[in-house]
C-alpha cells in the first residue's frame, strides 16, 4: 500500500507539472529513498525539474510551483488517512545550471529515476558524470542507510581536481 500511495503521488506529480510548465520543462527526475523504493510514512519525495526560463532564484521557482504543490494537496492529504505524511521536495534548475554542474547530482547518478528528459539533457550529464567519476576511480561508500563519496580514490591532501 505504502508504494502504490507514492506511486500514485509521483505520477500525478509529474503529470502536473507536464501541464503546468508546458514546453518549458526540460526533465524530470524522481531520486532519494522514494526512487530507490525504501520510502517510509514520512519520507519526503524527492524530485529535480530542470525547465527553461524559470525565475531568478530559489524563492521565485518555489513561489511559481506553488501552482503545482496546491493541485497535488488533495492526494497527499488523502495519504494521511494511512498515517503517509509526504512531502513534496523539488529541485528547481535550468538547463544552464545542470550543465554548469552540482554535487547535489552525485544524488541522483546511482538511485535517480529520469521521468521524463525530452531531449536527453539528463541522461547526457549523468553519463558524462559517471565517466568522470570512474576515470577519478570515485566510489559511493554505504554506512547504514546514508553513504559518502570518495571522489578521488588516489587523493592527495591539498591535490585540486575537477570532477
Known sequence: MLKTIYQNIVDTLLNECKSF???RLVSFCLYGSVARGKMNYTSDIDFLIVANNLPEGRVKRVTEFAAVE???QPLLLDG???GIYAELSPLLKTPEEVRAGSLIFLDM???GKI???RDGLLQGYFGKLRKRLQ???ARRVW???AWYWILKADYKPGEVFEI
Open 135 to 137: 576515470e577519478l576511480g
Open 80 to 82: 494521511r488517512k494511512f
Open 143 to 145: 554506512m547504514g542507510e
Open 70 to 72: 496546491k493541485k497535488l
Open 115 to 117: 521521468l521524463f528528459d
Open 109 to 111: 547518478l546511482e538511485d
Open 21 to 23: 510548465y508546458g514546453e
